[in-house]
């Protein structure tokens, strides 16, 4: 069976400090995978997706970035993080159809 | 405008009641819906996908109207357990799902 892993589960960071979350997939070959964000009390805005190793499609301009090296593994990162980065950071992943959430990081800016 | 919009709520139902949920979708081009649950500071989980013709699973039933772009969420029987945001989803052909913001529903003894 499929699970998605993410990671770190919490996390702390200053204004201005570089974000690098991991999100890896096993139990599938090439995923179309997705990261979101959730601000508090607020809908899922999604960041970017990839269909492939090195595919990276961009939904809104900001001052984050993604990267894919391997088949089942997705990078969010931020050389400089800001205020308004905060949020419950989800990565999904899907087939053809439904798309399966990892368990998300909570991520506070100060 | 929204791809999907939804009732924010809340609804607060007591334990037993029947509740429906609908949400609007603006893309003619979407090919699939699913309904997710999300519980308080959790990722989303399936909870069903929606067909044409309907699908129901247990107390849960899930329609699609294409010619009036709704789908909807039915709940019987009502459980304290059922709590949670309930989002929906449309997926157009290049397989880019779009999340309405949520719904929530609060079951009171």
């Known amino acids: 069976s499929q699970t998605i892993h993410q990671w770190p589960a919490t996390l702390v960071q200053p204004v201005g400090s570089p974000l690098s979350l991991e999100c890896t997939v096993e139990g599938t070959s090439n995923p179309n995978l997705y990261w979101y964000r959730q601000a508090a009390g607020r809908g899922l805005q999604l960041l970017f997706y990839s269909v492939g190793i090195g595919q990276i499609s961009s939904e809104v301009p900001q001052n984050l970035s993604a990267s894919r090296p391997q088949d089942r593994q997705f990078i969010l990162s931020s050389k400089k993080l800001l205020l308004s980065d905060s949020g419950f950071y989800l990565c999904?992943?899907?087939?053809?159809?439904?798309?399966?959430f990892g368990p998300g990081t909570r991520l506070t800016v100060t | 405008r929204k791809e999907v919009e939804q009732d924010p709520g809340p609804f607060n139902v007591p334990e037993g009641a029947t509740v429906a949920f609908n949400c609007t979708y603006s893309?003619?081009?979407?090919?699939?819906f699913f309904w997710y649950r999300q519980d308080c500071r959790k990722e989303p989980k399936l909870l069903m996908s929606v067909y044409s013709s309907g699908n129901e699973d247990g107390r849960f039933t899930a329609q699609l109207n294409r010619a009036s772009q709704y789908i909807s969420l039915l709940i019987r029987d009502s459980k304290l357990s059922d709590s949670a945001t309930y989002l929906c989803?449309?997926?157009?052909?290049?397989?880019?799902?779009?999340f309405g913001t949520g719904t929530s529903l609060t079951v009171i003894p």
């Open positions: 989803v449309g997926v157009n052909t290049g397989n880019q799902f779009y």
């Open positions: 999904a992943w899907s087939d053809t159809y439904e798309q399966y």
């Open positions: 893309n003619s081009a979407s090919q699939s």
